[in-house]
C-alpha cells in the first residue's frame, strides 16, 4: 500500500513523499508525482528513509546511564520510569536553583509545526531559559530585510524565464535541487548560468560561469556590480527614483569599490567582475537565488543586505523571469494557543543557541544544571564542540535527550526518550523554498516501544501538575488550532479540505511578491537603511570582510563546512549504507597548500587552530582555492574518527541576526603519520 507523506528534514524543498508500507514495514520511499513543486523526484538521502526508520540500531525503549558520562553505555527502562525520573529532576533543579537551570535545546530536527514546537508551552509553563534558536538562518533573514523587508521573495519557478541566473552562495543540485530544473529551462532558452562560490561544488561544474571568490567577501563583490552598473548607466532611473531611498549616499560608497579594488579583496580578476556587472546590468530579467553561504560570516547580515539590493539597480522585479529569492513560503503562521508564551515569567534569561559551550560550562545565577535536548544533535552541530562536549560530561549535569539513535549528544544523557520518526506522527509542514503546505498522516505506528514528541511532553505535564488545556491537546487538535488561527494572509482562499485529505495546496501569494511594494520602514528598497543605522550599525552596504580574529600567522587559511551531497547538516549519519558511500570526513586542500606542507594524496591529516582539531583524509584538488579548506558535511564523531569539524568553529555571532558565523575559521593543516601496515595491506582509498 502506498501512502502520502512529506519529508520534515531541513531543507528548502520539502518534498511531497509516497511510502509503500507492507506489514506495518516501509519498504520504500519514493517522490509524489502530483506534488506540484517536487514532481515525483527525491534526493539520494531520502531513498534511504526506509533504513532511517527501521535501522536496527534505532533506538527503541527508553534508556538509563549507568557508566560514565559520554561512555555510551545504558540499560533499558519502563517509560514510567524515564518520565517520572525526568519530571522529579526538573522539579528538583527548579527548587534547588530556580527555573532558570533548565535549558532546553530543540532545532529543525524535524519541521513540522505541531512537533516542533511542542516543547515550547511546556518550558514556557516551567519557566526554563528560554532558547534563542537563531543558529541558521537570521542573518540572512536580517540582511535581506533591511534592504527589501520580510515576507516572501521572488517565487523560484519565476526564473524558468530568466536569461541570466546568478546562484550566490547555494550549491542548488545538492541543498534545493527541485530548483535545477526551472533553471535548465531557462538555459534551453537561451540564458546564462553564473554561479558564485568560494569552491567548485557540483552546481559551479555546471554553471556557464564560475566566480570562485574568497570566503566573506560577498559584499566587496556586490558593491563592485554597483559601481560598474552606476558608472555604466546600466540602472533604471525611474525605480530609483520612485521605489528606492539613499541612492545618491549608496552611490559614493560604491565608488570605493570599482572592480580593481574587489578584485584584490575577492581573489578574482578584473576584467571577470567587469564582465559578470555588465551580464548583470544587460541582461532582459537577471535573476539571483541566494543561499546561506555568505550570511555564515561575522558580516554575513551585511553580504546578504548588499547582495540584495541588486536587482533594484536594474528593477529586476519588473521584469517576467527576474527577481531575487531568499525564502519562501511562511504560512500559516506560529500559533499563540499552542506555543503559551504568555505562560513565561517576565524577565526569563534568554540563552542564544550558538553559545552552548559556554552555557554548558560557564553561564551562572543559576548554572544550568539541567539540559533537555530533542530535535538536536548539538554534540555535532553546534560550534566550539569541544567546549560543548565538556558541558555534556559534567557530572552534575542532568541531561535528558529525545533521539531516534545513539548519537554523540545521546552518549551524553542521563536519560535517553526513544522518539517517533516523522513517518509515525501526524503534522502540517510549510517550507521555504515554495509556496505550498500539506498536512501528513502517520504512515506506520511508532516502532518498538517509542512515541511522538507531544506525547512525551503531554506526559511530562501531567506529571508536573500542569492543567492547561494546551497539555492535553492531541495531534489532529494541534494541527486544527494552527489552522484556525492562522491569521496570515497568504491563507485567504486556502482548499482546507484539500488540505485535511493531504494534498499539497498553495498558498496565497504571488510569484512576484515584490510587485505589491516592499515592507521595510519606508515602503520602498531602502539603500540607506535608518533602522540599521539606529542599532549602530553602518546604514549603507559596506564590503570590508570581517576575517576570524583568532587567526593570524599562526591560522593562514580559511576553513568552509558546506553540505556534503549525502548528509543534511549531522542527519543520515545513522544510515550504515550512506555512511559507507560518504566514506568518512575529507577536506579539499588545494596543490599548492598540499605541497607546501608536504601533503599527499589521500593521507590523513589534523585540521586545528586554537578551538581545537579534527582529522580528515585529504583530497587535493584545484576545486579550492590555495587559502581555503573545505570539509563538506557534519560525521558524527563517534562513528568516524576526527572528532568533527565544529571544533574549529567559534560561537562569535553574526553582526545581525546572532547567527552563528559557520564559514569564518581560520586554521592550518598538518600531515599526520601513516600507522605501519602488514606488507601487501593496501593504502586507504
Partial sequence: MWKRAVCTKDCPDTCGLLVRVENGRITQVKGDPDHPYTQGFICKKGARFP????????????????????????????????????????????????????????YAGHMGMVHRNSGNAFFNKLGASRLDQTICGPAATAGFKASLGGGPSTEIQEAAQSDLIVIWGNNTLVTNVHAWPHFTRARKNGARIVVIDPYRNPTAREADTHLMLRPGTDAALALAVMHVLIAEDLVDHEFIRSKTVGFNRLRERAQEWPPARAAETCGLSEADITAFARAYGTARAPYIRTGWGPARQLAGGMAMRTIALLPALVNAFAKPGGGITRSLGGAPGKTASLLR??????????????????????????????????????????????????????????????????????????????????????????????????????????????????????????????????????????????????????????????????????????????????????????????????????????????????????????????????????????????????????????????????????????????????????????????????????HWPNAVPGQGSNQLTSQRLTDMGNTCAFHCNRVEVEPLAEPERAPGEAQPA
Fill in 51 to 106: 533504513e532511517h526508520v527501521h535501522g536496527e540500531a534505532r533506538l527503541t525503549t527508553p534508556l538509563r546511564r549507568t557508566g560514565p558520562k559520554g561512555s555510551g553505555r545504558f540499560a533499558p527502562i519502563s517509560w514510567d520510569e524515564a518520565l517520572d525520573e525526568v519530571a522529579d529532576n526538573i522539579k528538583r533543579v527548579a527548587e534547588e536553583f530556580g527555573p532558570e537551570a533548565v535549558l532546553p535545546y530543540s
Fill in 341 to 634: 508564551d504568555d505562560l513565561r515569567p517576565e524577565g526569563t534569561r534568554t540563552v542564544n543557541m550558538v553559545h552552548l559551550g559556554h552555557a554548558l560550562t560557564e553561564l551562572a545565577d543559576p548554572p544550568v544544571m539541567l539540559f533537555y535536548n530533542y530535535l538536536s544533535n548539538p554534540a555535532a552541530v553546534a560550534p566550539q564542540s569541544a567546549q560543548v562536549m565538556a558541558g555534556l560530561a559534567r557530572e552534575d549535569l542532568f541531561t535528558v535527550v529525545q533521539e531516534l539513535y545513539m548519537t554523540d549528544t545521546a552518549q551524553y544523557a542521563d536519560v535517553i526518550l526513544p522518539g517517533a520518526s516523522f513517518l509515525e506522527v501526524g503534522d502540517i509542514y510549510r517550507c521555504y523554498g515554495h509556496n505550498y503546505i500539506q498536512i501528513a498522516r502517520p504512515v506506520i505506528e511508532p516502532v518498538g516501544d517509542s512515541r511522538p514528541t507531544l506525547d512525551i511532553f503531554q506526559a511530562l505535564a501531567a506529571r508536573m501538575g500542569y492543567t492547561e488545556e494546551v497539555f492535553s491537546l492531541t495531534e489532529e487538535e494541534c494541527i486544527e488550532r494552527i489552522l484556525a488561527e492562522a491569521d496570515s494572509p497568504y491563507m485567504n482562499g486556502v482548499d482546507l479540505d484539500a488540505l485535511r485529505r493531504g494534498d499539497p495546496v498553495r498558498l496565497n501569494i504571488p510569484a512576484n511578491p515584490f510587485a505589491g511594494g516592499f515592507r521595510t520602514p519606508s515602503g520602498k528598497v531602502e539603500f540607506f537603511s535608518q533602522a540599521m543605522a539606529d542599532q549602530g550599525l553602518d546604514p549603507l552596504p559596506d564590503g570590508t570582510p570581517v576575517r576570524d580574529p583568532e587567526g593570524g600567522e599562526a591560522y593562514p587559511l580559511e576553513y568552509i563546512t558546506p553540505p556534503h551531497p549525502l548528509l543534511l547538516n549531522s542527519a543520515f549519519n545513522e544510515v550504515e549504507a550512506i555512511r559507507e558511500r560518504v566514506g568518512g570526513p575529507r577536506v579539499l586542500i588545494h596543490p599548492e597548500t598540499a605541497a607546501a606542507r608536504s601533503i599527499a594524496q589521500g593521507t590523513t591529516v589534523r585540521v586545528f587552530n586554537a578551538r581545537g582539531s579534527n582529522t580528515a583524509r585529504a583530497e587535493i584538488t584545484e576545486d579550492t582555492r590555495p587559502e581555503l579548506l573545505v570539509a563538506e558535511g557534519l
